[in-house]
């Protein structure tokens, strides 16, 4: 994306000899209103592919949860065929129980067990060994990134209003940051010097609270990254984003200049204290966005639901309008509507539809899309013996027949 170099200061200088109503109008067509700079959405396909590409494991995992939370981690098979409406929203309603354990064989085994004790037997169904390995192995790369989840847990903390989040809403992002299920009993607990649970009395809502602040979690992604090339190059260089518009996108001019010189204001951390700010300022706006990248970027994936985010207003700061931010910065990200979902995503993290910044808690992710993938490997050398066993038999009776006549 190309800019011209001048700044505020320029125009003004021009208009030096003029009087001080023309300068307070250029000084005004600058610094106009955040909320007024609309950019025109602008579908990614590759972007949108990404999003894409996750969906067939994502309905698996959903129907290993749903079997996993059932008392003794089996279901009958006719009692996991009444909740498909329950599953529509991964597609599972579109094919039966059976189809969808055909395709995926190796998630599960089947068996005949009673529901009741003088009841007909009827099929079960509970995870295979393939499945409680990798349950295993889960539970193993949780353990060793338990200091990544527990930083990625402080700087959430550190980054909103008074240090407080709302337990429940923690709760409901944990697969977006890649949390565990149960770790506000399993990991909150284990470290008191940095996480307290407190209920607020006359609410029935339970709240984290940062105990202490660590300044080894107070560097956003972007500072980071800053100081590597620093530290790479010998030379200082200062934290700024990555802008990196879609082939095609183009800015309206006025839009141009508004970006250039917001470009230029200092990068305003998201751990900085930002009570101070004017909320309608440029500034504020730079934070916005700062608090943004950086929670795209704790994600797993360096993407989330806008519904999502929008949960958050309060402890983050966000105006009502939030969601404009991305398609106002779509050099930084891209806002998704695949699935009639809007979904923030970080354009750096991304080439293509491929993730290139890959959290470390992803090989989680790869080692089931493995376990799927070595079944559907197996169905397929299964349905082409079948095949070859059909086409020996056709053959036998046709020699058959011939040897008759």
């Known amino acids: 994306m190309q800019f011209s170099t001048h700044t505020i200061s320029y125009y003004l200088n021009c208009f030096g000899r003029s009087t001080s109503q023309s300068r307070f109008r250029v000084l005004s067509q600058f610094i106009s209103s955040v909320s007024s700079l609309k950019v025109a959405w602008r579908k990614d396909i590759k972007l949108d592919q990404a999003i894409e590409n996750d969906k067939q494991w994502r309905l698996c995992a959903r129907v290993v949860k749903e079997v996993l939370n059932e008392p003794g981690q089996v279901i009958p098979l006719r009692y996991l065929e009444k909740r498909r409406p329950r599953l529509e929203t991964c597609n599972l309603g579109l094919i039966t129980i059976k189809t969808f354990l055909a395709r995926n064989p190796g998630l599960f085994d089947t068996y005949l067990d009673r529901i009741r004790p003088k009841s007909e037997p009827v099929p079960f169904i509970r995870a295979s060994d393939r499945l409680q390995r990798f349950l295993e192995e889960e539970k193993r790369i949780r353990t060793e990134n338990e200091p990544l989840i527990v930083a990625k847990l402080c700087k959430l903390l550190m980054m909103s209003k008074n240090n407080v989040v709302s337990a429940e ?5 944990k697969r977006e940051f890649g949390f565990p299920d149960d770790f506000m009993v399993s990991l909150v607990p284990k470290y008191p010097e940095y996480f307290r649970l407190v209920e607020h009395p006359g609410e029935e809502k339970s709240f984290l609270e940062l105990v202490s602040w660590d300044s080894k979690f107070a560097k956003s992604a972007i500072e980071q990254r800053a100081d590597e090339e620093s530290r790479l190059t010998g030379i200082r260089i200062r934290p700024s984003f990555y802008v990196k518009l879609p082939p095609g996108f183009f800015l309206r001019k006025e ?5 250039r010189d917001w470009m230029e204001l200092p990068y305003i951390s998201p751990y900085d204290n930002a009570s101070q700010l004017d909320p ?3 500034e504020m706006e730079k934070r916005t966005v700062g608090v943004f990248h950086e929670l795209l970027s704790l994600s797993l994936f360096k993407r989330i639901p806008v519904p999502i985010l929008g949960k958050f207003n309060e ?6 309008a939030f969601s404009s931010v991305f398609t106002r910065h779509s050099g930084i990200f891209y806002m998704s509507l695949k699935g009639g979902i809007k979904t923030a995503v970080l354009r750096e993290a991304y080439k293509d539809d491929e993730l290139i910044d890959r959290d470390p808690i992803l090989e989680i992710t790869d080692k089931f899309v493995e376990l799927l993938d070595e079944g559907r490997r197996e169905r397929v050398e299964q349905l082409r013996l079948q095949r070859e066993a059909v086409h020996k038999d056709i053959e ?5 027949n011939s040897e008759r006549h």
């Open 315 to 320: 402890e983050y700061r966000f105006s009502n």
């Open 396 to 400: 036998m009776m046709a020699m058959g």
């Open 169 to 173: 809403k923690l709760v409901h992002v």
């Open 255 to 259: 839009m141009r200049e508004w970006v």
């Open 280 to 282: 309608s300022s440029r």
